[in-house]
């Protein structure tokens, strides 16, 4: 089927954006640190029952020392440090900011592709993934566009942007880049790809053992027990996980043995454009035609990206 992996691309991109809306629901009520071990709970009870249904085993038990080390490696880079310090960038950047550093995952994992798959892009990607980028940044910063144009007492404020701030969202930005380098390589078995929610669960066990023993050392488990009487919160986070963490994330995985690892990421990077029209109708913002003309720059250099 023609331009099967940019389909998969784009619907990973859709679970995404709608999972965002979810887990930004969940997280204002409990905090970030809670939805993301509630998330994984869930994520990881779905790819069980998934996998016994499918292949009569909790976990890819018959996968290879190599693809649990590499997908075990991944799961941690990515989702649990590279989680940990998105959510930091976004305390000390806000969503704006730290958005549109982590965005920058894809030239980054582009590179690490060059460098250490022997991937090759062709100038025309290079331009397709820098325009994508450049439509995204657009975006991103345009995000709260209403703040500009206040009117009345009420004046725009100006969030610093500090240097520990930063080294937060690239250091998230690199997590996310790495974790899927490393997915990438996991996968691999010199004939083909592993089964992409295998691999997932695989990324996603490695990083619940590590948020467990962070939940021990910091003494959290009390407090997640009064999380846990959140109905509400938990019922987002159970629906943002299930279209994201086990949909989104392996969807993402399945994109990879259509596309290289650069022009895989630089599609994933368009969570922020698919956010504008729930922006506008559920959120109520406003968004000006600068914003909507970067989504249309963004687009275009995915054309680039599947034509060329």
Known sequence: MPYTGELIALATVLCWTLSVQFFEA?????????VNIIRLL????????LLLWRDGSLLP??????????????????????????????VELGPRVAMLIFSLSAPAAAIMGWLFLAESYGAWQWLGMLI?????????????PAQSQSQGPQKSTTRRISGRGVLF????????????????????????YLDAFASTQIRVVAALVCILVYFTIAGKWSSLRLVLRDGKAVGFTAIGATVGPFLGVSLSLLVLHYLTTGVASTFLSL??????PFS?????????????????????????????
């Open 42 to 49: 869930v994520a990881f009870t779905l790819f069980s029952l």
């Open 26 to 34: 969940a997280a204002q009520r409990v905090g970030p640190v809670y």
């Open 280 to 308: 506008i109708f559920l959120h109520k913002e406003h968004v000006s035609f600068r914003a909507i003309g970067g989504a249309v720059l963004a687009v275009f250099g995915i054309s680039l990206l599947s034509v060329l």
């Open 61 to 90: 038990i018959r996968f290879s020392t190599h693809a649990w080390l590499y997908l075990g490696l991944s799961g941690v880079v990515g989702f649990f440090l590279g989680d940990i310090l998105l959510f930091r960038a976004l």
């Open 132 to 144: 994508t980028l450049s439509g995204v940044g657009i975006v991103v910063f345009e995000r709260n």
């Open 169 to 192: 969202g690239c250091g998230a930005m690199l997590g996310q880049a790495g974790g899927y380098v490393l997915s990438k390589v996991g996968m691999w078995t010199g004939t083909g």
């Open 271 to 276: 969570v922020p454009v698919f956010i504008i």
